[in-house]
């Protein structure tokens, strides 16, 4: 399995010639001409992981695919074809199988709604937690670890890679950290990443690697 990183928290994943998008929001480039994609995944509703102008970019190519998303999401998302997930729900598409963990997005603060949010396991293999830091209750051997938002901090951040303890890892959702600040956050995943034995993935937006 191929995983491609776009911009802050959405991901490309490909497997036997056939694609899975995941959080394809407003900080991430526009996805043009993106074909044999089989679904889509949006952990929550905010802007920066699901925006309807990209699921229209990718229903162009794509027409007919499926939206995994939060009860939330698909009111707002009506006019498309939405499948709602909840904690420990399982589906195979294509060549992928999705599994769905968590319930809420993490705290931004108490004014503040808490949304819904499902973290996605692909495969049995990658695991991308949304919003949340929501573990899976399996080993993982890839965890796309978030790194900038409002509603973290870093402690949290060790914490959550401490508590998966992945064979790989890298950096995601880190749109809103300057290059500075990615250069810091980067360095402490590294550091929980292979003091827990793991493999810390340096990954830029537009970089692949395979699983």
């Not at 191929?2 to 480039?29: F, M, N, P, R």
């Not at 998302?77 to 294509?94: E, N, S």
Request: hydrophobic share 40%; proline share 6%; aromatic share 8%.
């Amino acid at each position: 399995m191929q995983i491609t990183k776009h911009g802050h928290a959405c991901l490309v994943l490909e497997d036997s010639g056939k694609k899975l998008v995941i959080d394809a929001g407003s900080y991430t480039d526009p996805l043009e001409n993106l074909t044999d994609v089989v679904a889509v995944v949006a952990t929550h509703v905010h802007d920066d992981h699901v925006l309807e102008a990209q699921l229209d970019r990718i229903l162009a190519a794509n027409p007919g695919i499926q939206i995994f998303t939060t009860p939330e999401a698909a009111k707002r998302l009506d006019r498309y074809d939405t499948v709602v997930v909840y904690h420990g729900d399982h589906y195979p598409i294509g060549p992928f199988t999705l599994e769905f963990f968590g319930d809420l997005h993490a705290v931004i603060h108490d004014s503040y709604p808490r949304f819904e949010n499902r973290g996605v396991l692909v495969n049995d293999t990658l695991y991308y937690p949304g919003d949340s830091f929501v573990t899976p209750d399996r080993p993982v051997a890839c965890l796309a670890v978030p790194t900038s938002g409002p509603w973290m901090k870093i402690a949290e951040v060790i914490d959550f890679i401490n508590e998966v303890k992945p064979q790989k890892s890298f950096a995601t959702h880190n749109a809103l950290n300057s290059d500075k600040g990615n250069a810091l956050a980067n360095s402490r995943v590294k550091m929980t990443t292979e003091a827990n034995g793991g493999e810390y993935l340096s990954i830029a937006d537009g970089d692949s690697f395979s699983l």
